[in-house]
């Protein structure tokens, strides 16, 4: 059985507003931090923060639903002109955990600064994208299954009989 989760879009939605209220518009850096905080958060403490799915791209790694859909509609909290992102509003902390915002932080410490060719070599390097990225064909994204963002084995197992019924 396959982990899966069911998106938290509020949340998702939440997180990229927490990480542009933390200096970061370029979306390309805040997809990259989005992984980093989702794959810290999956091997500390076992839940992802938004449950969004993840999918090599030629460029690396991205939530789905937050590059494929939120970042083009309007009025869910952020807007896009170009390739950055602007805050419409703050987040909504209350839907933060500690351990979400340890993640975040993570994150953001991870891609804050670097430029587009540091982030893309940092992010190819990871073993969720090199992974997938070979297997696409034709395809623009491939998804990338959770179990190529855990570390060990028993909490790749143990999520594979939970995750489905995780309220995120």
């Not at 340890?102 to 073993?127: C, I, M, P, Q, R």
């Not at 696409?136 to 009989?161: A, C, N, R, T």
Request: one cysteine or more.
């Amino acid at each position: 059985m396959a982990i899966e989760f069911k998106i938290n879009k509020q949340k998702a939605i939440e997180c990229v507003l927490w990480l542009i209220q933390r200096g970061e518009k370029d979306m390309y850096r805040i997809w990259k931090m989005m992984f980093e905080a989702e794959k810290y958060h999956l091997n500390a403490y076992g839940s992802p923060i938004t449950g969004d799915a993840y999918v090599a791209m030629r460029y690396g790694i991205v939530p789905n639903w937050l590059y494929s859909e939120a970042s083009e509609q309007l009025g869910i909290g952020f807007a896009r002109y170009e390739n950055s992102l602007f805050a419409e509003r703050h987040p909504i902390m209350d839907l933060f955990s500690e351990s979400d915002i340890e993640a975040l932080e993570h994150g953001y410490k991870e891609y804050a600064g670097l430029s587009f060719e540091e982030v893309k070599n940092k992010n190819h390097k990871e073993t969720a994208w090199k992974n997938n990225w070979d297997r696409k064909g034709i395809l623009e994204k491939v998804p990338i299954p959770f179990e190529d963002f855990i570390d060990e084995d028993w909490l790749k197992e143990d999520l594979q009989l939970s995750s489905y019924t995780m309220v995120i």
